[in-house]
């Protein structure tokens, strides 16, 4: 079984500013993807950024980057130069190699101020 | 068309009544997904077809929860005797195949609001 967990209900961030989501997450499988999505009002999930777990190093997506750090199994978003079109509610989801269904953490809702 | 696409967007139902919930996946995909999403919550597994074969029908919250994908295509969830619990966005994503390396594509969900 998975779990993910995200503390951080709402967050708030200037426009240009820069912001950083959290994420924790448990399983037991050896290999494993990360993903984060990002879910706007119009309510069409899209995907941000994935990480596999047996890559060391953290990937990045134009402003999305994550900071993965496998032995405390956090899997954080951080978002550069926010815009007002981040605005949107952000969910971190695993999807273990043994499985298919993507476990989500509870999300966090993102404003952006300008 | 381009992506995964689900009708109704909104569907209001007298309890008690069943509801039927279209999924066009993408072309080609040969793996679908339910997920619902309860209010202020993140989506929850329901169901998940390999082409017409539904493989893992373990996140169905009851036997009232009904998924079909008769032709390998087009998916249909219908919820018979709709319960004031059922109430919810559900989600449809398809992916090229069921690996876990391949990215779901969601559509735009269907919002049901049961009275």
């Known amino acids: 079984a998975q779990t993910v967990t995200q503390s951080q209900p709402e967050m708030s961030v200037q426009e240009a500013e820069t912001v950083t989501l959290s994420c924790t997450y448990d399983t037991s499988e050896s290999d494993y993807y990360l993903f984060w999505y990002k879910q706007p009002p119009s309510r069409q999930m899209i995907l941000v950024i994935r990480?596999?777990?047996?890559?060391?190093q953290n990937a990045t997506e134009n402003r999305f980057s994550v900071n993965f750090q496998k032995a405390a199994k956090s899997f954080s978003l951080k978002i550069s130069d926010s815009q007002l079109g981040d605005a949107a509610m952000y969910f971190c989801a695993c999807l273990s190699n043994s499985g298919y269904a993507l476990n989500f953490g509870k999300g966090t809702s993102l404003l952006v101020t300008p | 068309g381009a992506g995964v696409s689900q009708s109704p967007r909104y569907k209001v139902a007298k309890r008690g009544q069943d509801v039927a919930l279209r999924c066009d996946p993408i072309s080609g995909h040969v793996s679908l997904f339910w997920y619902q999403q309860a209010l202020g919550q993140g989506p929850e597994f329901l169901t998940y077809f390999q082409n017409e074969a539904q493989l893992d029908k373990s996140g169905l919250p009851s036997d009232r929860f009904f998924a079909e994908r008769p032709e390998g295509s087009v998916s249909t969830l219908k919820i018979q005797r709709t319960q004031q619990e059922d109430s919810a966005v559900y989600l449809c994503?398809?992916?090229?195949?069921?690996?876990?390396?391949?990215?779901?594509?969601f559509g735009p969900g269907t919002r049901l609001t049961v009275l």
């Open positions: 990480q596999e777990a047996y890559k060391q």
């Open positions: 994503a398809s992916s090229l195949d069921g690996s876990f390396y391949n990215e779901q594509f």
